[in-house]
Each structure stands twice: as C-alpha cells, then as structure tokens.
C-alpha cells in the first residue's frame, strides 16, 4: 500500500474518532439535547412548571351573624345582683292640719330584696375585621333590669293609723314604689352599674370565643 493511502486511512479514522468523542461529550453534558420529545405527550408534561401547592383547608368566614344568633334568644344578661335589707318609714297625713294628731298615719317596718343589674343584648354591636382576625363587640351601658321586694319578709316595727286616716291598698303601693326608687339608688350610689358593665365585658368576651371555636381572633369589647 503506498504510503499516501495509509496516511488518508489514518486521517479518516481520527476524524471519525473525534466526532464521535464530541457526540458523546455532548449527550453527557446534556442529554435531552439529542431527544426528541414525545409529541402525543400533552403540552403540560413537556414544561418544566413549578409544580402548585395544594389548596390549604376549607376555613369557615366568621360573620356578626353568626355570633349574633348564638345569642339572639336571650334578650337581657344579668350580670350583677344586689341584695337588700331595707327599712321604710313611711306617713301619710290629711290636710285637716288643726287635728293633724287624728290625721297622721305612720309605719315603720322592713323589706328584703334584691336588684339586678345588666345589659340588653338586643343593642349589642357586633363588627369582624377577618383579614385582621378581630371581633369588636360594642355593649350598651349597664342598666337597672329588676328590682324584686321579698313581700314574705315583711317586717313591722311600728304602725299607727290616724283616727281619719287609715291606711289603704293605694298608700301601701306607694310605699313600695317609694322603696324602690330608694333602694335603686343606694344600689347605684354603691356601684352596681359598674360591676354589671366589667362583669358583662368578661362573660361576652368568653362568650364570643366558645361561640366562634378559635383562638386566632382577638376580641375587644367597647362601650356605646
């Protein structure tokens, strides 16, 4: 073989040996380069996407009518009591004031009771911020709800009817209505509206969070 041929032979096959090595350099580096895709495959399996989160759990939208429903059966919430030893001295006297001691009626006697005091739901507010998780109830102001006279306690210290004056069905209620704007006051003078309103702000709070059966609100309650 003549020495030109061998030198061309050698050549050949070092080309060959060098495109193959660069093939195979390639596939290794990157090897979808030289696949082609499947094209029945759907589009979706193709693109490389960022797979999505699953969806997070179904969470419930508190709203002031759920709340307000829970309670809507329930008119007034007593949230204070005051109980009562309370003595009357009550007289009645005509206007025939020359024979007054003929006149004059007096008692004097005892009664016990017991007041209570709270607020009226029916006017209570309710607003939910769900993107702040906070629940605002705005309670109106405590009130004076029952005054209750215990008439079997009765007590008579004193009673002394004038001649023409006796006592009758209509001075003995106005007697009672007398105490109970007494004792009424006295329950106020000593703070039982205050109580009622501190003592109605826990139990709605507590309320509240039963109702709506999750801590991740805040709840805040205000006064009218």
Request: charged share 25%; glycine share 4%; proline share 3%.
């Amino acid at each position: 073989m003549k020495k030109s041929s061998i030198v061309y032979i050698v050549l050949t096959v070092l080309v060959i040996c060098t495109a193959v090595g660069i093939a195979a350099y390639s596939i290794y580096i990157n090897p979808g380069a030289f696949v082609r895709p499947n094209q029945n495959l759907p589009e979706s399996v193709l693109i490389n996407e960022t797979p999505k989160p699953f969806p997070l759990a179904f969470e419930e939208i508190i709203t002031s009518e759920t709340i307000r429903d829970s309670f809507q059966d329930v008119e007034r919430l007593v949230t204070e009591e005051y109980y009562f030893t309370e003595v009357m001295d009550y007289s009645t006297m005509k206007d025939w004031w020359i024979i007054a001691g003929l006149t004059k009626s007096n008692l004097l006697c005892s009664y016990d009771g017991t007041i209570t005091a709270g607020v009226d739901l029916s006017e209570t507010e309710i607003e939910i911020d769900n993107e702040k998780k906070n629940i605002k109830a705005i309670l109106p102001a405590a009130e004076i709800l029952s005054i209750n006279i215990d008439h079997s306690s009765l007590k008579v210290y004193q009673e002394k009817e004038g001649f023409w004056n006796k006592f009758t069905a209509d001075n003995y209620n106005d007697a009672l209505q007398r105490l109970e704007e007494t004792i009424e006051q006295k329950a106020i003078d000593r703070g039982i509206l205050t109580r009622a309103e501190e003592n109605a702000s826990k139990i709605m709070k507590q309320f509240i969070i039963s109702v709506i059966g999750t801590t991740k609100y805040t709840v805040e309650i205000v006064r009218k």
